[in-house]
């Protein structure tokens, strides 16, 4: 039997959890929920097709012929007046806006552009069907993929949800439906279907558009029963979460957690500010998937049109939320356009470099900070995937390697802090062990943001205290 990915992205914890190997191949591969509130693919029929090589064709962190910019450049390449950035992949227009109907805006992430754009398809007959993330009623999920039809049931899929789902049911309702569907996920879960289209030829018909999320990473179902704890309230109790609950009269980055809790037939909320949680920074990378240590897509490359967070000084004070819009496609530019023009939308077209400082912390983290995590995987003896970055040991810093380093110990800490944790209430037991490494995180981009003698003498400190004062070589 030819290796599959099984044998080559679990065993090496590259597995994001996407569910499309097992959507491919319903027969051999079923979707589980591992410890920590990760999805993993697990065997558990048989085939005489040749599914285990196939399996690593659909995987978005294989080595495939074909990547990110591959895709895109046969997608959106050929197009007037398309240009090409590292950070964004190919865009026809930039854009920050959003919805004008102030309802919308509020049940939405930031501006309402998504939900806008799956309606008006819907509307117009573009798509039958959308596939996108909603509430679910199954037992110890609080979301999974959904198949919408109607333009009123959307309202049931708005505001990120930071939170692992799998499509591998859903994939399998998408063939059988025989209409047009647009597609909305993150970067990898799209990167995965344009490489499943490539084995599938039902599913590459059926999907016809996608609109994708920029992406910092991904969180175990830990996250949200962390911030829930935070709350007062414990995994059994939890109903629903709302992620990004908007708050009048602050900023749009100082949002809310809420947690809709139930005990016996009576429900009540409770919410906290994000900014009073305990290391709630997304720097500190606290339950983050360990496949994305390996990403470098960001805006959704292969996307026909991506949405984000507009992260920008003159956006972010507005609470009601703004979006930054990447347009790779004409249709979509389109309706855009349109939406503008009959006052649904309000946009303003914005220069490329604006995007990218909109993400440019991310950005930093999946190149710069990429290669050097490449070059301690290849030095730990740890297969990778090819990436559009190569393994570079010399990257930035002192200060910013030492970051990456603490970033992957305070990942792996969280996780197995909070299974402690989990076996008594509170958040006692999580915060005593990640202490430490939140610690020493905080003192180093101190480091980074003051006068060099005084970060190079703390470096010294660092390396006394760590390696018993040997320096790194080449220093």
Avoid at 22 to 30: I, T, Y
Avoid at 33 to 45: A, S
Avoid at 253 to 265: H, M, P, S, T
Avoid at 320 to 338: N, Y
């Amino acid at each position: 039997m030819a290796e599959s990915v099984l044998d080559r992205i679990v065993v090496n914890k590259l597995c994001v959890g996407c569910g499309v190997c097992a959507g491919v191949f319903p027969e051999v591969l079923r979707m589980y929920t591992d410890k920590y509130g990760t999805y993993l693919p697990e065997l558990f029929g048989e085939s005489d097709e040749d599914w285990g090589k196939l399996s690593l064709k659909v995987c978005p962190f294989s080595n495939n012929q074909v990547n990110e910019d591959g895709f895109a450049a046969e997608m959106f390449g050929h197009q007037e007046g398309i240009e090409y950035r590292l950070e964004t992949g190919y865009y026809l227009k930039c854009f920050a806006g959003h919805v004008t109907d102030m309802e919308n805006r509020l049940m939405s992430t930031s501006g309402g552009i998504i939900t806008w754009l799956a309606g008006e398809m819907l509307s117009m007959g573009m798509v039958d069907a959308v596939a996108c993330v909603g509430q679910s009623d199954k037992r110890g999920s609080l979301f999974e993929y959904q198949l919408i039809t109607e333009i009123a049931n959307l309202c049931r899929c708005t505001k990120a949800k930071y939170y692992p789902v799998e499509v591998s049911e859903i994939i399998g309702k998408i063939k059988k439906l025989d209409k047009r569907v647009l597609f909305i996920g993150l970067p990898c879960f799209l990167k995965a279907l344009k490489l499943a289209g490539e084995v599938d030829s039902v599913l590459k018909s059926r999907i016809t558009y996608t609109i994708g999320l920029f992406c910092g990473h991904l969180k175990t179902k830990q996250y949200s029963s962390y911030l829930s704890r935070c709350c007062g309230v414990n995994d059994e109790k939890i109903k629903t979460v709302d992620f990004r609950k908007k708050v009048a009269d602050k900023p749009a980055n100082q949002y809310a957690f809420e947690v809709i809790a139930k005990n016996d037939a009576n429900e009540y909320h409770r919410q906290i500010m994000m900014r009073d949680v305990w290391a709630s920074g997304w720097g500190y990378n606290l339950f983050m998937l360990d496949a994305c240590e390996c990403c470098d897509d960001v805006m959704s490359e292969t996307a026909h049109i991506s949405v984000g967070d507009a992260w920008l000084g003159e956006y972010v004070k507005d609470y009601r939320g703004t979006s930054i819009i990447v347009c790779r496609h004409k249709e979509m530019l389109d309706l855009l356009e349109t939406g503008v023009g009959k006052g649904a939308l309000s946009l303003k077209e914005i220069p490329v470099e604006k995007v990218i400082k909109s993400q440019v912390g991310c950005i930093r983290q999946r190149r710069e900070g990429l290669q050097y995590r490449l070059y301690i995987s290849a030095k730990n003896g740890q297969w990778r995937p090819h990436k559009r970055v190569t393994a570079k040991r010399k990257v930035g810093t002192l200060c910013y390697r030492m970051l990456q380093l603490l970033r992957m110990k305070s990942k792996a800490v969280s996780k197995e802090a909070f299974l402690e944790q989990q076996l008594t209430d509170g958040i006692g037991v999580f915060v005593k062990k990640l202490w430490p490494w939140i610690t020493m995180i905080n003192i180093v981009n101190f480091m980074r943001h003051v006068p060099y003698g005084i970060a190079k003498g703390c470096c010294y400190i660092w390396n006394i205290f760590t390696h018993g004062g040997k320096k790194e070589n080449n220093e």
